[in-house]
C-alpha cells in the first residue's frame, strides 16, 4: 500500500473559464454521483433560480450571458471537484484557476465558501456585463506570435484616446488582446502583417481584463470586500502575479485587480511545473486549459475530469485501478 502510494503524482487542480461552457455540462456527474446534485442544488438554492437547469437544457444564449455564464461554471467545476474527492479522495498540493477560474480554486482551497463565491461570480458577470456599452470595446486571439510580440503590437495600435492590451498570456503562441474596438482591429491587422496563424476578433460581451473594465473593478471591490475567507489548506496561484497565494489577506485584493489586470497563465502553470507537480486536473468542462498546457510546460501531465470516462482515466492515473 505505501509502495503503491508513493508512487502517485503530486497534483493540482485547475478550473477553466469563460468560453468553456456549454449546454449539458455537469448533467452526467448529477445523474451519477449524489455530490454532484447537492452541489447543483445548493446553487440553485442560492441564486434564486434553476442555475442547473441552465447548465443541464439551456438554451444556449442564456447560458452564454456572462452574468450566468460565470455562476454556471464555478458550480460545474465544484460538482466535479466533489465528485473526485468523493470518488478518488483526490487532494491537491496546488490549485489554480483561468480568470473565473481563481473563484473555484480559492472554493478548493477552503478559502470561499461555495455560497459566497457563487453570489460574487454572479455579481462579477452583471458588472464585467455592464461596465462597457456594446460596440465599444472588444477582444481578439492571437495565435502564433510570441507573447512578447503582442504586446508590442498592443502598444502601436494603441493611441492615447484607444486602448489595446494584452488580456490573457495563455501559452507560448497563444494570447488574447482587449480594448476598444478601433484600437484591437488595428492590432489584429498588424498581428497579421507579421505572420499570425490566426488574429481573430472575438464574440464576447466585454473586453476583459483591461482598464475598460475599471467600473466593474470598482463595484466588485464592494462586493469582494464584505466576503470572509478563510485559511487556505493548499496554495492558490493567481492571475494577477502568478505567485502562490497562502495568505488569506492576499486574496481579496487580488481578486479585485484580477479584473482589470492580464490573466499570466503561462507563467502561473511554469510555476506548478517547477513545484514539482506533474499532474493538472481541470475540473468541470471542457480540455481548453489541458490543451494549453501541452503547449506550456511538458513536464506536467494535464487531464480533465468532466464526466464517467475522464472520471475512470483519472482513476488509472493516480494508480487506483
Known amino acids: 500500500m505505501n509502495a503503491q502510494a508513493s508512487k502517485r503524482p503530486r497534483l493540482a487542480f485547475l478550473f477553466p473559464g469563460q468560453g468553456s461552457q456549454r449546454v449539458g455540462m455537469g448533467q452526467e456527474f448529477a445523474r451519477n454521483f449524489a455530490p454532484a446534485r447537492e452541489v447543483y442544488a445548493q446553487a440553485d438554492q442560492t441564486l434564486g433560480f434553476a442555475l442547473s437547469r441552465l447548465c443541464f437544457d439551456g438554451p444556449e444564449q442564456e447560458l452564454r450571458l456572462t452574468v450566468n455564464t460565470q455562476p454556471a461554471l464555478l458550480a460545474t467545476s465544484i460538482a466535479a471537484l466533489r465528485v473526485l474527492e468523493d470518488e478518488l479522495g483526490m487532494k491537491p498540493e496546488l490549485a489554480a484557476g483561468h480568470s473565473l477560474g481563481e473563484y473555484g480554486a480559492l472554493v478548493a482551497a477552503g478559502a470561499l465558501d461555495f455560497a459566497d463565491a457563487l453570489r460574487a461570480v454572479r455579481a462579477r458577470g452583471y458588472h464585467m456585463q455592464q461596465a462597457v456599452p456594446p460596440g465599444y470595446g472588444?477582444?481578439?486571439?492571437i495565435v502564433g506570435l510570441e507573447l512578447e510580440q503582442v504586446a508590442e503590437i498592443c502598444r502601436g495600435a494603441s493611441t492615447a484616446e484607444e486602448l489595446?492590451?494584452?488580456?490573457?498570456?495563455?501559452?507560448?503562441?497563444?494570447?488574447?488582446?482587449?480594448?476598444?474596438?478601433?484600437?484591437?482591429?488595428?492590432?489584429?491587422?498588424?498581428?497579421?502583417?507579421?505572420?499570425?496563424?490566426m488574429a481573430l476578433e472575438l464574440n464576447v460581451?466585454?473586453?476583459?481584463?483591461?482598464?475598460?473594465?475599471?467600473?466593474a473593478r470598482v463595484a466588485m471591490a464592494q462586493v469582494l470586500e464584505k466576503l470572509e475567507v478563510k485559511p487556505l489548506a493548499v496554495g492558490v496561484i493567481a492571475n494577477v502575479n502568478a505567485q502562490i497565494v497562502r495568505d488569506p489577506a492576499q486574496v481579496i485584493p487580488l481578486l479585485i485587480e484580477q479584473i482589470t489586470a492580464p490573466v499570466r497563465w503561462a507563467e502561473s502553470m511554469r510555476v506548478l511545473a517547477?513545484?514539482?507537480?506533474?499532474?493538472?486536473?481541470?475540473?468541470g468542462v471542457g480540455k481548453v486549459l489541458t490543451g494549453m498546457m501541452r503547449r506550456i510546460d511538458k513536464r506536467i501531465r494535464a487531464m480533465p475530469c468532466e464526466d464517467l470516462e475522464s472520471l475512470k482515466a483519472l482513476r488509472q492515473a493516480v494508480g487506483l485501478d
Open 138 to 141: 472588444t477582444m481578439a486571439a
Open 164 to 197: 489595446a492590451a494584452p488580456a490573457n498570456l495563455n501559452a507560448p503562441g497563444q494570447a488574447a488582446i482587449a480594448g476598444h474596438t478601433a484600437a484591437v482591429r488595428r492590432a489584429v491587422a498588424e498581428a497579421k502583417t507579421r505572420g499570425a496563424k
Open 274 to 283: 517547477d513545484s514539482g507537480i506533474d499532474l493538472a486536473v481541470e475540473l
Open 205 to 215: 460581451s466585454a473586453p476583459f481584463h483591461c482598464s475598460l473594465l475599471e467600473p
